[in-house]
């Protein structure tokens, strides 16, 4: 079982429509967490990071939240746009000193239909 | 434009062969981190160097090394190539050390193909 299992695999919404993806994590306690957008063929760009203390953090129309008790994330996209077809990774950081580890969801492949 | 630079774009090579891979980190940024994407195992973490010394290591297999330089940038050589080292490879940059404190900006990627 990954340590960090992302749900669904794949979500077609309408343009204008609300969504919600899911990071679902077993272990724990973390540096941070992040959610990330990576569209086709290009590198991932950043859209939230989050402490182990953080609940909620927005960029724009992106939202995440944490709950540390169900070792649970989400990210809630609103007003869905075109550009928002892509593919979104749950990432949970470990940082000791001089070190660390870095573990990947697979992702959440979204697509925004017109 | 994240103003991380990496070369080649694509890299097509045969079984057996050893291939190097190059990464300019943004302006002012020290640390520089390599990963692998590939279809069935999605991002993986390889390596971060800070400052020209390694500092933290995740899924690099032993036939891949890299070293960053003096002036920053980095190279990620691949040695042994094997059909499952097809790949994406993606270098990050971010402007100090500590693995995951700071927001890491990507670069395009290297498509890597192994025949």
């Known amino acids: 079982k990954n340590q960090v299992e992302q749900s669904p695999q794949s979500l077609i919404i309408l343009e204008g429509k609300n969504c919600t993806l899911q990071?679902?994590?077993?272990?724990?306690?973390?540096?941070?967490l992040r959610w990330y957008k990576q569209d086709t063929g290009r590198g991932p760009v950043s859209l939230t990071i989050?402490?182990?203390?953080?609940n909620t953090k927005s960029n724009g129309r992106y939202t995440a939240t944490l709950d540390a008790d169900t070792k649970q994330s989400s990210l809630h996209i609103t007003a869905s746009q075109l550009s928002d077809s892509a593919s979104y990774i749950c990432?949970?950081?470990?940082?000791?000193?001089?070190?660390?580890?870095?573990?990947f969801g697979q992702g959440t492949e979204l697509s925004v239909k017109p | 434009d994240s103003g991380v630079t990496q070369t080649p774009k694509h890299l097509i090579t045969a079984t057996g062969q050893r291939v190097t891979l190059r990464c300019s980190p943004r302006?002012?940024?020290?640390?520089v981190y390599w990963y692998q994407q590939s279809l069935d195992q999605g991002l993986q973490f390889l390596i971060q160097?800070?400052?020209?010394?390694?500092?933290a290591k995740g899924n690099i297999l032993e036939r891949f090394s890299a070293q960053q330089f003096p002036d920053l940038h980095s190279e990620l050589n691949l040695s042994s190539l094997e059909l499952g080292d097809s790949a994406l490879y993606f270098c990050?940059?971010?402007?100090?050390?500590?693995?995951?404190?700071?927001?890491?900006?990507f670069g395009p990627g290297t498509r890597l193909t192994v025949t």
């Open positions: 990050a940059s971010s402007p100090r050390g500590g693995l995951g404190l700071y927001e890491q900006y």
């Open positions: 990432v949970v950081i470990f940082s000791y000193n001089q070190g660390g580890k870095l573990i």
């Open positions: 989050m402490t182990f203390s953080e």
């Open positions: 990071c679902n994590y077993t272990v724990s306690p973390f540096s941070n």
């Open positions: 160097y800070y400052n020209g010394e390694e500092r």
């Open positions: 302006s002012g940024d020290l640390s």
